[in-house]
């Protein structure tokens, strides 16, 4: 662990930075070996999108340009830099803008599980440790919400997974077109 200049104990930031078609996936761990990459052909120029995957379930893509990504998951937020000088502070920022105004919502999934994100146009069989994050989710659905950041070490796309309420018992269930 590394100490942030405030004094809090944070872990460094692992930037994934291999994706020459601007595309990432949430890849099912149990499908990674299977990918080929033409799965997510048709969300390249979504910042955010989902595919479904017969048998492995939804598969959340993040794109739209060619942009190096962390994980964050003690916010569950997937942070990709535009352009950044310093990353001290950055753990920070994206805990700050938790409460901010301005947070879009794009999507919603269902995640549960072992993940990794892998560039989504190469074979996930090539992806190894040194290509991937690895991203554990807890089962349940949730709602994709993306903002942009301009602390002062940087640009940042903001991700963000939030749980989705599960509706009140003798409640009917909203269904969300997939």
Request: with cysteine.
């Amino acid at each position: 662990m590394t100490t942030d200049l405030g004094g809090k104990l944070s872990t460094p930031i692992s930037w994934l930075d291999r994706t020459d078609f601007g595309v990432y996936a949430l890849c099912p761990a149990g499908y990674v070996d299977d990918w080929d990459g033409t799965e997510a052909l048709d969300t390249v120029s979504e910042h955010v999108g989902k595919i479904r995957l017969p048998d492995h379930g939804e598969v959340l893509t993040l794109g739209g340009e060619a942009l190096p990504v962390a994980y964050f998951p003690q916010t569950m937020t997937f942070v990709r830099t535009i352009g950044h000088d310093d990353e001290s502070g950055l753990h920070d920022a994206v805990e700050r803008s938790e409460g901010a105004a301005g947070w879009r919502d794009d999507v919603e999934i269902c995640l549960g599980g072992c993940y990794f994100l892998i560039d989504s146009m190469a074979p996930g069989a090539e992806a190894g440790e040194e290509y991937s994050i690895r991203v554990d989710v807890p089962p349940g659905r949730y709602r994709v919400q993306s903002l942009f950041i301009a602390p002062p070490m940087g640009e940042f796309y903001l991700h963000r997974l939030r749980a989705v309420p599960a509706p009140a018992a003798g409640t009917a269930a909203l269904v969300v077109p997939g």
